[in-house]
């Protein structure tokens, strides 16, 4: 079945850019039919959507990130990836993706992966 | 805080009903952007309950159902038990924010 896995530093420097990258095992990142996604989850607090991108390189971010946000993807190797820019402690967080089902506006997060926490701190 | 408004904390005992409120506003449920359940053990991924207001992806229990009126979404959880004490969050789109949004999370008790 399906899983997806977050690799990347567990620690960021502040005013440093965040990486992560996604690996999707036993499917195709090229389906047509699931775009894929990255939510977050601060310390004992509640998820916030970070973007979402289409395997044809389509992307949708949330407003509140989209000026220091990037996602790609990598259908050559079945991956996506996010960097995020200048954080702050503000995005200390475990980062998960997930892949999206549904359609623009309809979406829902049917498998996630395990999650990474990365912690911003000098 | 979050768009999306739920309790808190909810708690019952085995084998009871208990039902969580998701509430919204014109932007979002009201506008008719579907609502989808996630259920949350602590310390782990969540899980999709309930997509599509209403629908359960394989695997979830029919004692798990959801619905959306008007501005709001609720989901029901049934012959309550103990491995059901867990986060429980709602998800939806806000059309003035242009995301994906989620609620604060409720914290579900089996006493």
């Known amino acids: 079945q399906l899983q997806l896995q977050e690799s990347g530093p567990g620690l960021v420097k502040p005013s440093e850019t965040l990486s992560l990258t996604c690996s999707v095992s036993g499917g195709s990142i090229s389906s047509r039919s699931y775009y894929w996604g990255w939510i977050r989850q601060p310390p004992g607090k509640g998820l916030e959507w970070i973007g979402t991108i289409y395997y044809s390189g389509s992307t949708y971010h949330n407003p509140s990130l989209r000026s220091r946000l990037t996602i790609s993807v990598d259908t050559a190797n079945n991956q996506f990836s996010l960097r995020l820019t200048s954080v702050t402690a503000a995005d200390t967080a475990v980062y998960y993706c997930?892949?999206?089902?549904?359609?623009?506006?309809?979406?829902?997060?049917?498998?996630w992966g395990r999650g990474a926490l990365v912690t911003v701190s000098s | 805080q979050s768009v999306l408004t739920q309790p808190p904390s909810v708690s019952g005992a085995p084998g009871q009903r208990v039902t969580i409120s998701c509430t919204g506003n014109?932007?979002?449920?009201?506008?008719?952007?579907?609502v989808h359940w996630y259920q949350q053990v602590p310390g782990t991924a969540p899980k999709l309950l309930i997509y599509a207001n209403n629908n359960r992806p394989s695997g979830v229990p029919d004692r798990f159902s959801g619905s959306r009126s008007g501005t709001s979404a609720s989901l029901a959880i049934t012959g309550l038990r103990s491995e059901d004490e867990a986060d429980y969050c709602c998800q939806s789109y806000d059309s003035d924010l242009s995301a994906a949004i989620f609620g604060g999370g409720t914290k579900l008790t089996v006493l």
């Open positions: 997930a892949r999206v089902g549904g359609n623009w506006g309809y979406w829902y997060f049917d498998l």
């Open positions: 014109n932007s979002n449920i009201g506008a008719g952007y579907d």
